[in-house]
């Protein structure tokens, strides 16, 4: 059972170098004092009532709320939470293989078994959220962690602006990274699983090529690309990839897909 403490956070664990940040968080490696056992602390800051720095804590406590309900071999786990006044620290399973972001980066892209091979464990992940009614709605490759290299195992991580859908009316909004999001998403409309399986198809299309399907040279450019699904297969990167590959991502990035039942590849 996952408590939250009001005692301090430092007095059961040793904290240690900064591994990743984000907008309001930084994310630290810590080693819990009693058992040796190390863990990634995310320092959220939190939002006062006056300031317009930090998160609201409707939000922060929303990303602990889904974290607590999740339990899947390709998610992050959540260890415990701590209330700190000004910031909030959630202790999470410490992933130490980086981001697949870096891999892309290092490798430019990855060879087609590969890519399958990441794409059917973030099909799992995603399987378990939508099951829920989860949306991610943050889905890039800096958000997959690998957790073990050799064996190329990965974590979603990142419920920063995730959601659960209660009804389809209800979630609305531009969040995410422009080169990921959805049509919905710009349009204003309701986001829903088919939100999600958009940043799937363009992640698959990143992981096979080293490109990003929509990105123009600027966010606007980006967004006009993405509200007309507006991309290409270009010889350069694709004259090697198979159709399967192929269909599978055009059959993700379909404006309006509502109900996606089928997340094999
Ligand atoms: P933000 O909401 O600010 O993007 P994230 O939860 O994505 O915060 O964390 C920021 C970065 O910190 C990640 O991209 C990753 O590099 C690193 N990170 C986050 N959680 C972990 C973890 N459990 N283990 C290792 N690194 C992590
Ligand atoms: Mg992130």
Redesign the pocket.
Known sequence: MIKSHDSPFHHLFDTFEV???????T?RRCVERQTGNEF?A?FIRKRSSTGRMGQALEDINREIDLLREIDNNYI?KLHDVFDCGNEMIIV?????G??LFELISEKGCLAEEEAVHYMKQILMAIKHLHDRNIVHL?LKP??I?LSDKTAKRI?L??F?ISRKIVNDLDVKGLYGTPEFVAPEIINYESVNTGTDMWAIGCMAYILLSGASPFLGDTKQQTFVNITAADYHFDDQYFANISNAAKDFISGLLVKNSKYFTNYSI
């Open positions: 591994i990743g940040s984000g907008k309001f968080a994310v990634a995310k992050i999470l399973e410490l992933v130490k980086g981001e943050d800096e958000n962690l974590k991580i990142d920063g």
